[in-house]
Structure formats: C-alpha cells, structure tokens
C-alpha cells in the first residue's frame, strides 16, 4: 500500500496495531503460563480478555471508516515479544523472571500507548468520530494496564527479585 496521505498513514498504522494485538493475543498466555506470582498470572490473562476486545474494538474501527480489516506486519512487535521470550528461557530464577516478564509486558504496554495516542490524534484530525472514540477507550486500558503492572513490579515483584 502506498501512503500518499494521512488517511493512508493512518490505515497502515491501524493495520500494524491489529498485528500487533494478534500477536499479543497468542503471546499472554504463554507469559500468564511462565509466571510464578499468581498476581502476575491473573494480570496477564485479564490483559488477554482486554486485548480479545481491543481486536473486536479495532475490527469496528476498520468498518466506520469503511476499510476491511487487515493486519501489516509490525517488527517492533516482533522484537519487544521475542526479547521477552529469549529472557522468559534465559532466566531460572522465578522471582528475577517475574520481575524480567512485567518489564517485558510494560514495553509492550509503551508500544501500544504511542501508536494508540498517535492513532486518536490523527482520526480527530480526519473526522472520524466514531473510530475517534473507539481508539480512546483502548488507549485508557492499555494505560491503566501499565498504571496496574507499575504498581505490581514496585509494590511486590521487584522487591523480591532483589
């Protein structure tokens, strides 16, 4: 697809989310599986109910702005997931893996939030309404996600990594 405009950009980043939450889909469960806090495990398989939304939340955002939806392979996806794999079979401490896993999620977390943040600001400026306020309820989950994972590595996980 060539990008000639900013509808254009915007379709392709919408394109690179939906990839990017199709893979996260198949990634939570394998973290939620490799966890040892149970806190940790339940906090990945809510964020799994969450993202199963988000990719039906981003299908409604494809039809209002009447495009099919596609996914475009994202590598910065592809390099923040498989770093976190490389640690998840690097690590034999439970705790330090714990701790490596919920830093692994939060740059999944950051990802999410720039490209959603940049996603909502370029549908107001082409007037999509409806997209608009679809794309804002995902950017406030994935940033009360990285509130409650902060919260999770500096009140527990981290401390008993050290």
Not at 26 to 54: G, I, N, V, W, Y
Not at 132 to 159: G, I, Q, S
């Amino acid at each position: 697809m060539a990008i000639e405009n900013l509808k254009d950009l915007f379709v392709h980043t919408l394109q690179d989310i939906y990839y990017a939450e199709g893979k996260i889909v198949k990634s939570l469960p394998k973290m939620a599986k490799a966890a040892d806090s149970a806190e940790l495990r339940k906090a990945f398989e809510k964020h799994l109910t969450e993202t199963k939304e988000q990719v039906k939340r981003l299908d409604a955002v494809f039809k209002s702005i009447g495009e099919k939806a596609k996914a475009t392979k994202c590598p910065a996806i592809e390099g923040i997931l498989e770093e976190a794999e490389e640690l998840m079979g690097e690590i034999k401490d439970k705790d330090t893996k714990d701790a490596a896993m919920i830093a692994a999620a939060q740059a999944v977390e950051h990802y999410e939030i720039t490209r959603y943040g940049t996603l909502v600001s370029w549908s107001e400026m082409l007037g999509f309404e409806d997209a608009t306020a679809l794309l804002e309820e995902t950017l406030e989950e994935e940033k009360a996600t990285d509130v409650a994972l902060t919260e999770l590595a500096e009140d527990k996980l981290n401390k008993e990594a050290a």
